[in-house]
């Protein structure tokens, strides 16, 4: 009786496209079909143009970007830590497309995806940022950053109020997270869950949205130029450049070249 009750109920609301489309016309005007829903908009005020993109971009102060970015690694780790390094400062300075971001669904990045050691968050979280502000101008100014992070020691960054001490830097001739985080544990000899670990992948991703931000900002006065090649036009597959890491008794032959 009860299951009749909330079928029904279901298939009048949802069961019905007719219904549906008809309601949203009469309540919310075609903006609501064109992708224009919200519970914060009324019939009516459905803004006539959706944000365009990518959008302005005014030059980023490395200093917030990298507070903001140390400060957040806390709260959703390292991709979060880095988009919002980036978006936050454009959200408040800029506004729009900026602030139709919603920068909290991109935690996900975190420990090379959900922890699968992939691609470092910090890495994702530039690449979204990148992506939003420069379109595909964007996708050279994360290669350099991707290469720039593979042969740097990192972290660099030293926060005025740091929530740990730590005593090592490190090069991690990889982007994949677990590599790079592995080989400083190793030499820090720390657990992944020390306080430690986790202060240098919070100042690892300040040093990323930092890097990322002179870059954007060097292309935003014409002066960058792209410097690191594209890794499939180099190596004929898709690939990070420690060949030997994984390949220690020399690389494999292409198949099919
Ligand atoms: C993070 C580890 C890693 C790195 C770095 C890496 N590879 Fe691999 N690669 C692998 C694994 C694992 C396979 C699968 C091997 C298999 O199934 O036999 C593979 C497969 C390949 C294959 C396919 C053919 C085959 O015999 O498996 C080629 C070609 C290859 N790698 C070349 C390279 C080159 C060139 C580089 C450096 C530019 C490189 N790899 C870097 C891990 C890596």
């Known amino acids: 009786m009860e299951e009749d009750r909330k079928m029904s109920r279901r298939e009048f ?11 949203a016309i009469a309540s919310g005007g075609l903006g609501m079909l064109s992708g224009c829903i919200s519970s914060e908009t009324k019939a009516g005020e459905c803004p006539s143009e959706p944000a365009s993109w990518p959008g302005e971009y005014k030059k980023l102060d490395t200093a917030r970007v990298a507070e903001i970015a140390y400060e957040n690694w806390y709260k959703k780790f390292c991709c979060y830590a880095v988009a919002s390094g980036l978006l936050i400062p454009l959200q408040e300075d800029v506004g729009e497309p900026y602030t139709s971001f919603p920068i909290d669904s991109v935690k996900w990045g975190h420990g090379g995806a959900v922890g699968w050691g992939t691609l470092c968050g910090s890495l994702n979280g530039a690449g979204i940022a ?27 960054y030293m926060p005025e109020n740091p929530k740990a001490e730590i ?27 020390s306080p430690e670990r986790k202060e240098r992948c919070a100042r690892l991703s300040a040093d990323v949205a930092v890097k990322t931000a002179e870059l954007l900002n060097a292309w935003a006065d014409g002066t960058y130029k792209p410097y690191h090649g594209s890794q499939v036009g180099t190596y004929d597959i898709t690939t990070q450049n420690n060949c030997g890491d994984c390949h220690p008794s020399g690389s494999p032959a292409l198949p099919g070249v």
């Open 130 to 156: 990148t992506g939003l502000i420069a379109g595909e101008e964007g996708e050279a100014i994360l290669n350099d950053v991707i290469y720039w992070y593979t042969t740097t020691e990192l972290p660099i």
């Open 167 to 193: 005593q090592n830097v490190n090069k991690s001739n990889s982007p994949l997270c677990h590599i790079s985080v592995g080989k400083w544990m190793k030499k820090e000899d720390v657990a992944f869950a």
């Open 13 to 23: 609301v949802y069961g019905s496209a007719g219904f549906a489309a008809g309601a």
